[in-house]
């Protein structure tokens, strides 16, 4: 997190320790040991159904002083999308993503990785994509990749 006053990088749980554990699967970050994984999920589906997103661009190279030299290597932030076992008949259509290496974590330890849904186009190189995400079981994920 960025400390819009001062400027400066704030590893999570900073600044909001104190309201740890208020609510039901708020993250920990205690499998972190680096910076770049203790930054916050950009979506975080938990105990859900019936979701569906059509359409998300999640960026991350914000967190330090807009640096873009992470982009590239996607290496900005570790992971932006969380969905966890529970959570049944998720949807997720074009998503977009720039500077991190997991897409979409899943809490049975399977990353859909960006690096292997690189855009490969002169306009945006670093950006990668997912045509179609599809949890309908508590355990089993379809996934559609896309490579231009």
């Not at 589906?45 to 997103?53: A, E, F, G, L």
Request: overall charge negative; hydrophobic content about 40%.
């Amino acid at each position: 997190m960025k400390d819009l006053s001062w400027g400066r990088f704030l590893a999570a749980p900073k600044p909001f320790e104190k309201a740890l554990d208020k609510f039901q699967a708020d993250p920990t970050f205690d499998e972190c040991t680096s910076d770049n994984c203790k930054l916050a999920w950009a979506l975080s589906i938990v105990n859900s159904r019936n979701v569906h997103i059509v359409g998300a661009g999640l960026y991350s190279w914000f967190f330090d002083n807009y640096d873009q030299g992470c982009i590239e290597k996607m290496s900005c932030q570790a992971r932006i999308v969380n969905i966890d076992l529970s959570s049944t008949d998720i949807y997720i259509y074009n998503l977009f993503t720039v500077g991190t290496q997991e897409m979409i974590s899943l809490e049975t330890g399977t990353s859909i990785m960006a690096k292997d849904n690189q855009m490969l186009m002169d306009r945006s190189p670093w950006t990668s994509i997912i045509a179609a995400f599809v949890k309908s079981a508590p355990s089993r994920p379809v996934i559609s990749g896309s490579t231009l």
